[in-house]
């Protein structure tokens, strides 16, 4: 029996797709669930697997663009139960890979040393590179053959405990240029952004934040966060905190316009940039208002690994109302980040730096980090967009104050 393996619908609104890359070979044998394709539409990459097993017939060829519900490939069933099974074979190199090592650690031992030679001297690393190589002194030296006015002066000028000048090996040079087809996630990536500077009034505001209170809380708290809730306390949990409170305090950076209507939600789907090799994606995190550190730790986690596997879904990448991008991670001191339409607004972290600022009237050192937010100012005024910030900054800076909903918990046992 022949199986057809059609296209799926990455989502709404998409009657095409690119086959990006074919993980397998016109007629290899597959089996059932395996996975056999990679295909990409302007919004997602998704993987294509095989219905049932047997031998595979290739239809779309690498780079084809092909309809939604066309047939990708087909499957002889007759030929299912001839493949191995991948966990049979990656365990079989596993026993290949560990026998090579017990002989190469079984294998006696090089004797680099020589009885014509006795005064020669070897460094470490060389003695190492020759028992490896069952190599001994005399297989060293008298494959020299001919020494040269280079090799002598080279022993005279080491005898003398002058620096051997090594000559630098002449840069080679290259004209070569490589060219690659854009993706149909990169090409709808490049219209949108292009499409957010001409279709909105985007401006950018500054602030500065002082670390010091969150790297401090991670410093004293890592090790027994890791082990209650088996994963690491990252900066970004804090910032998504930070941001869930700063929206409740100034809606209107959480709004989008939909038509000639502002759309306010009152939860905070907050999108976490990712960089893939795919290029970057923005899985969301839902209602990140009600989730705790640990929480957004794990939830970004998940969403992390399926966008660079290239497992993520469409539903997973839609929806959000605000946009969170690292560009600290790669070393960025500042920029101005690009809103992530339809939404109006998209906070911008940086990287840390210790830097001497005023305390107190006194200049101490401290690790701050520049914080960027972009906006639509068509739906965003000044003041919020200012007044967003500086909420960010005073609860990273008293993390304390996202318990009470960004208020100081003083004022608030005072009744203030």
């Known amino acids: 029996m ?25 007629g290899d044998i597959v089996e059932k669930d395996q996975d056999i394709a990679e295909i990409e539409s302007d919004k997602a990459t998704l993987t294509l697997v095989a219905d049932e097993g047997g031998k595979i017939e290739i239809l779309a060829q690498e780079g084809d663009t092909v309809e939604v519900g066309s047939v990708a490939c087909k499957i002889d069933t007759s030929f299912a139960g001839e493949a191995p099974s991948p966990k049979a074979e990656s365990v079989k190199e596993e026993v290949v890979e560990e026998k090579a090592k017990e002989t190469a650690s079984s294998a006696p031992a ?44 080279a022993v005279v000028d080491n005898k003398n405990n002058q620096p051997v000048a090594v000559a630098a090996a002449p840069k080679e040079i290259s004209r070569e240029e490589k060219r690659t087809k854009m993706t149909n996630l990169r090409k709808k990536l490049s219209a949108r952004l292009v499409s ?34 088996d994963i690491k306390l990252g900066f970004m949990s804090f910032f998504t905190k930070a941001v869930t409170e700063a929206l409740k305090a100034h809606p209107m950076v959480n709004s989008m ?67 969170i ?19 109006s607004g998209i906070l911008g972290m940086h990287n840390i730096v210790e830097r001497p600022v005023a305390v107190n009237g006194k200049v101490e050192i401290r690790p701050m980090m520049y914080i960027a937010l972009s906006y639509d100012h068509r739906v965003i005024d000044g003041k919020d967009s200012v007044g967003f910030l500086v909420k960010i900054k005073e609860m990273i800076e008293n993390p304390h104050k996202m318990l009470f909903d960004g208020k100081d918990p003083d004022s608030m046992l005072l009744g203030l």
Do not use: C
């Open 257 to 323: 316009i939909d038509g000639e209507e502002i759309v306010t939600p009152d939860f905070a789907d907050v999108a976490i940039a990712v960089q893939t090799p795919k290029g970057l994606m923005v899985p969301v995190i839902r209602n990140a208002e009600s989730l705790g550190l640990a929480d957004i730790e794990k939830k970004l986690m998940e969403l992390a690994t399926k966008a660079r596997a290239g497992k993520i879904s469409l539903d997973e990448m839609t929806g959000g109302t605000f946009t």
């Open 110 to 153: 090089a004797n680099i040393e020589s009885e014509n030679y006795k005064d020669v001297k070897i460094s470490p690393v060389a003695k190492k590179l020759m028992e490896e190589n069952q190599l001994s002194v005399d297989d060293v030296i008298a494959g020299l053959q001919r020494l040269s006015k280079k090799d002598i002066q």
């Open 196 to 229: 957010v500077k001409n279709e909105t009034a985007m401006l950018t505001t500054f602030n500065e934040v002082d670390m010091s209170a969150v790297m401090e809380l991670r410093k004293k708290y890592q090790k027994k966060f890791i082990e209650t809730h």
């Open 2 to 26: 022949t199986v057809e393996i059609k296209i799926p619908s990455p989502g709404e609104s998409i009657s095409e797709i690119e086959i990006a890359n074919w993980f397998v070979a016109d």
């Open 325 to 343: 991008t690292n560009g600290g991670v790669f070393g960025s001191l500042l920029s101005t980040p690009i809103i992530n339409p339809p939404q």
